[in-house]
């Protein structure tokens, strides 16, 4: 790609042929545990958007896709603690069996709310898949059932994931440089 964008990463950390390598893998895995039912994907706006519609196409079952969008990070690079529902889902969820994907867990504040608040809607169940997990700075414990990758404490943008906004199409998974916070 010959792009400047691509002059703020400081480097590739998935491909775009490992990220569909290991989404198939998840689709498989997703296929396999809930056959016989259907799944509601609830999707995090916006930055699991990428990822939900590859990952819906690999799943061999009825999904349905709904929304909800929650107040993020903004363009700063550090979690606020703050959640607030800014969309709330189209679908009533009650019997369902729920998947909420999302792009990234850094400290578990945004889906540690939202488990809470979808539970208390009555589905027939809630698992998370996650694209990327950053462990190192939990600070509530999120069960996850499917995780693409385990990263380190990188600011990573790129396949749905920005930063202010910015990098979301990259089709990659990249690192980006400290100096490009400070732009
Ligand atoms: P948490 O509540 O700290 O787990 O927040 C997770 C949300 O923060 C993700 O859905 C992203 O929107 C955002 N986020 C966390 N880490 C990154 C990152 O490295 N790049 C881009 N967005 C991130
Ligand atoms: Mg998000």
């Known amino acids: 790609m010959s792009n400047n964008m691509m002059d703020d990463l400081e480097k590739i950390l ?12 998840l689709g498989e895995a997703i296929t396999k545990d809930y056959a016989g039912k259907e799944i509601l994907m609830i999707g995090v706006l916006r930055g699991a958007v990428i990822f939900m ?3 819906a196409r690999s799943i061999n079952l009825p999904v349905a ?57 009555k589905p027939a169940s809630i ?23 385990t ?11 920005d930063f202010a906004e910015k990098y979301r199409n990259f089709p990659f998974i990249g690192v980006l440089k400290p100096e490009a916070y400070e732009k």
């Open 151 to 161: 990263i380190p404490d990188y600011f990573v943008v790129g396949y749905g994931l």
């Open 65 to 121: 896709i709904d929304f909800m969008a929650v107040s993020s990070y903004g363009a700063s690079t550090s979690s606020s603690g703050v959640v607030r529902i800014l969309k709330d889902l189209d679908e009533d969820v009650e019997n369902k069996h729920v998947l909420i994907v999302e792009d990234i867990i850094d400290s578990g504040l945004t889906l540690n709310y939202l488990m809470d608040n979808l539970w208390s809607r």
């Open 127 to 149: 698992k998370i898949c996650t694209l990327l997990n950053k462990p190192d700075r939990r600070k509530a414990d999120v069960p996850i059932a499917y995780n693409g990758f």
């Open 14 to 25: 998935f491909s775009e042929e490992e990220l569909a390598n290991r989404i198939k893998e």
């Open 53 to 55: 519609a590859d990952l």
